[in-house]
């Protein structure tokens, strides 16, 4: 079983708790998720038994964000605060250290056992095999790992094993919700595996590197990226060879995103009528919640198979 394999973690848990077990008094558990799509785990997980905060919210890109005020109070009332990565949310782990000493937190990212890819190498190179990790040495991991099904699923599980050893009393009911959100996330997959099964493999763009855990969840060809990281804004000439494409009518679909820089797509897509829609990594305007992550992952889904296909 995946959940196994967290054992160790909450051995290390169960010590840094020994050593500081600051509970509020009202015996509540203050918990702390940085991103929306995470927030929805953590939340279906703690389902009836309470309810996590989000940090960010949707004007707020998950890698540069300043804290308001009540932000930075969430994080210094924190016990247990969940994040990726510094690779996703930059600013992290100087706010940890500064707001949120004493509290446990959880680095998805340092999870070894998730699927995770590297950032895209070359600006031109729409080839296959770059982009793993292992073969990019030297170059930033990919941190948008929760757009893969499978890792959502041992998320979960990772979830429900830190919450139980943070807050043993409630154990059965993190394990019971956590079986119940797996559940949800093998049905997604199944669904979602037949969506893509028939889906044509034609050329796309997206806006940015997000969507390799979807591109290769469903072997979907590898997106043409305009931008390959969130540090690196594309070079002209990399904009010119996408638009290139896309006036040579070999690109089916452009994906912006709510985040994201529409102007770069406005320029690629010049005056052709390539197909336009739009992924969402984030969640951006839908209600923070338990359901936000599959009411995301179904609408990123449906977009790719809409725009793929060509039905509008
Ligand atoms: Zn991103």
Same mark, same amino acid.
């Given at each position: 079983m995946i959940h196994k394999r967290f054992i160790p973690l909450c051995a290390a848990l169960l010590m840094a708790l020994t050593a500081a077990?600051? #509970?509020?008094s009202d015996g509540r558990l203050d918990v702390v998720v940085s991103i929306k799509p995470i927030h929805a785990l953590v939340a279906g997980v703690m389902q009836g038994v309470g309810t996590p905060h989000l !940090? !960010?919210?949707?004007?707020?890109?998950p890698h540069h964000f300043a804290l308001k005020p009540s932000q930075a109070r969430l994080l210094q009332q924190a016990e247990l605060v969940f994040w990726v990565d510094p690779s996703l949310e930059t600013p992290m782990p100087a706010l940890l250290a500064s707001l949120a000493p004493h509290a446990i937190d %959880?680095?998805?990212?340092?999870?070894? $056992?998730l699927v995770r890819y590297q950032n895209? %190498?070359? $600006?031109?190179s729409d080839d296959d =095999?770059?982009?793993?990790?292992?073969?990019?040495?030297?170059h930033m991991v990919n *941190?948008? %790992?929760? !757009?893969?099904l499978e890792n959502a699923r041992r998320m979960v599980w990772s979830i429900a094993a830190t919450l139980s050893a943070v807050d043993p009393q409630h154990a059965g009911a993190y394990a019971s919700n956590a079986a119940k959100l797996d559940k949800r996330l093998v049905d997604l997959h199944e669904v979602a595996k037949r969506q893509f099964?028939?889906?044509?493999r034609n050329k796309f763009i997206v806006q =940015? $590197?997000?969507f390799i855990y979807v591109e290769r969840q469903f072997k979907l060809p590898r997106g043409l990226v305009?931008? #390959? $990281? =969130?540090d690196t804004p594309p070079g002209t000439a990399h904009i010119q060879h996408l638009r290139d494409l896309v006036a040579a009518g070999v690109v089916s679909c452009i994906f912006n995103e *709510?985040?994201?820089?529409?102007h770069q797509i406005d320029i690629v897509a010049g005056a052709s009528f390539v197909r336009r829609a739009t992924l969402d990594a984030?969640?951006?305007?839908l209600p923070a919640g338990p359901d936000l992550y599959f009411d995301m992952m179904r609408a990123n889904y449906a977009a790719f198979a809409e725009c793929l296909a060509g039905t509008h």
């Open positions: 077990s600051a #509970r509020a !940090l !960010l919210n949707d004007q707020q890109s %959880i680095r998805f990212m340092a999870d070894q $056992d895209k %190498i070359s $600006d031109d =095999h770059d982009d793993h990790e292992g073969n990019g040495r030297g *941190p948008h %790992i929760w !757009l893969d099964a028939s889906i044509q =940015h $590197d997000a305009i931008a #390959r $990281d =969130h *709510p985040q994201g820089a529409g984030v969640g951006v305007g």
